[in-house]
């Protein structure tokens, strides 16, 4: 069984820019949820969705925005992009996204904002 | 909101020897599971153990076990006969459960576990 897909690995923006990035998850999950690691801020929650539908959100500001596809395959944009905004964008699946249910991480999009 | 503290930002030990990471946490909430997960270079997050607030039986999974004091909030990880393999980051991981299933996962800073030959 194929894990977690992140595309693409490693991404160089601008500032101002936009960008998308792209979650496959494992076949039959359909909870799909996203992660930022910074050095500084450490892991910190960013939203998770099932069944196409955003479930929960954590806190940043209205510039991060995902979707989710019937498929389950999962993307995140970020828009106006901000030198704070460079980090590993970890995504993880589960089969229903329940509480204490293990999530499977993939193995992140690095994204560098110049 | 939670926090998730962790103390060690680093440690190292030979392979072998027993090491212990810490973990305290602090929440109002009452239902809740906590995780360990490790991040080697590969920089993919692995599920290492997870315990259930409500059950006061500590965890294992074979070299790996949990010592959980609830009312201490307290959730540290014990790697016993650590293998060159173990190194890599550790996050001690906290989530509840919310009114819509489950939150988001909450992590401390983590550990950076060395262990050398």
């Known amino acids: 069984k194929a894990g977690v897909t992140q595309t693409p690995r490693y991404l160089i923006k601008t500032r101002g820019q936009q960008v998308t990035l792209s979650c496959s998850p494992i076949?039959?999950?359909?909870?799909v949820s996203w992660y930022q690691q910074t050095p500084g801020q450490g892991l910190q929650f960013l939203f998770e969705?099932?069944?196409?539908?955003?479930?929960n959100k954590g806190n940043f500001p209205g510039r991060f925005s995902g979707r989710q596809f019937s498929n389950s395959r999962s993307e995140m944009n970020v828009s106006t992009l901000e030198l704070g905004d460079s980090a590993l964008y970890l995504c993880?699946?589960?089969?229903?996204?329940?509480?204490?249910?293990?999530?499977?991480f993939g193995s992140g999009t690095q994204l560098s904002v110049l | 909101a939670q926090t998730v503290t962790q103390s060690q930002p680093e440690m190292s030990v030979q392979e072998a020897e027993t090491v212990t990471l810490s973990c305290t946490y602090d929440?109002?909430?009452?239902?809740?599971?906590l995780f360990w997960y490790k991040q080697p270079p590969s920089r993919q997050m692995i599920l290492v153990i997870r315990?259930?607030?409500?059950?006061?039986q500590n965890a294992t999974e074979n070299r790996f076990s949990v010592n959980f004091q609830k009312a201490a909030k307290s959730f540290s990880l014990k790697i016993s006969d650590s293998q060159l393999g173990d190194t890599a980051m550790y996050f001690c991981?906290?989530?509840?459960?919310?009114?819509?299933?489950?939150?988001?996962?909450?992590f401390g800073k983590g550990t950076h576990l060395i262990i050398q030959p």
């Open positions: 993880a699946s589960s089969a229903t996204g329940g509480v204490g249910e293990k999530l499977f």
């Open positions: 076949s039959g999950h359909r909870s």
């Open positions: 969705y099932f069944s196409e539908t955003q479930r």
């Open positions: 929440t109002s909430e009452s239902n809740y599971y």
């Open positions: 315990q259930e607030a409500y059950k006061q």
């Open positions: 991981a906290f989530m509840k459960r919310s009114g819509g299933g489950a939150d988001g996962l909450t």
